[in-house]
């Protein structure tokens, strides 16, 4: 079955850092591979989808950008974090059947 | 924007059968319908998906209406740990397509 790391599970940063959420897979080939954020009481949204190594696709602008060196491998970056940045941060992927998605336990960033 | 409208919010005892309804009257063709459940402070679990024809999984049932426009899951034993945010989702079948959440509905089990 389909396994989903992601990490930190909790970030507190100060304004102005850098950021680096790890996320990988397990138990699947050739994912497509999302980040998702999730405001304090809000819904899901979601930041950026990638099909394969090296393509990505920004949904929505921010100060946040994404890199997938690896077929498994997915990574959330920010060189200046932003109060506005705070959320629950959550990578998903496609599964072994291709049309559903599953997500990770996610990481809770809080900017300070 | 998500294409599905759901109540905000919804209490059901526990032991009973819970029916959570969407209305998904602009789905297309070529587009599932996807359920997900997140126990706050969780990632989104899936839960059970259909294109035309009721499905059934351990978790849960799905009633699709004949001509698509609403469905409703149906948790048949609701219990305390039921209590969650349902997302219902309209997708594209194709490989790696894109899932777009609303709101969803807060289900509380209460004993």
């Known amino acids: 079955s389909q396994t989903i790391h992601q990490w930190p599970a909790t970030l507190v940063q100060p304004v102005g850092s850098p950021l680096s959420l790890e996320c990988t897979v397990e138990g699947t080939s050739n994912p497509n591979l999302y980040w998702y954020r999730q405001a304090a009481g809000r819904g899901l949204q979601l930041l950026f989808y990638s099909i394969g190594i090296d393509q990505i696709s920004s949904e929505v602008p921010q100060n946040l950008s994404a890199s997938r060196p690896q077929d498994r491998q997915f990574i959330l970056s920010s060189k200046k974090l932003l109060l506005s940045d705070s959320g629950f941060y959550l990578c998903?992927?496609?599964?072994?059947?291709?049309?559903?998605?599953?997500f990770g336990e996610g990481s809770w960033l809080t900017v300070v | 924007d998500a294409k599905t409208t759901q109540p905000p919010s919804m209490d059901c005892a526990e032991g009973r059968a819970a029916n959570l309804p969407c209305n998904h009257s602009?789905?297309?063709?070529?587009?599932?319908v996807y359920w997900y459940r997140q126990i706050h402070s969780q990632g989104p679990q899936y839960i059970i998906h259909?294109?035309?024809n009721n499905e059934t999984n351990e978790m849960a049932s799905l009633i699709i209406t004949e001509d698509r426009k609403s469905s409703t899951l149906i948790l048949p034993h609701a219990t305390l740990r039921d209590t969650a945010v349902y997302y219902c989702i309209v997708s594209p079948m194709e490989y790696g397509n894109k899932l777009v959440f609303g709101a969803g509905t807060i289900l509380r089990v209460k004993s």
């Open positions: 602009t789905i297309s063709g070529n587009e599932y």
């Open positions: 998903a992927s496609t599964g072994t059947s291709g049309n559903t998605i599953y």
């Open positions: 259909g294109l035309k």
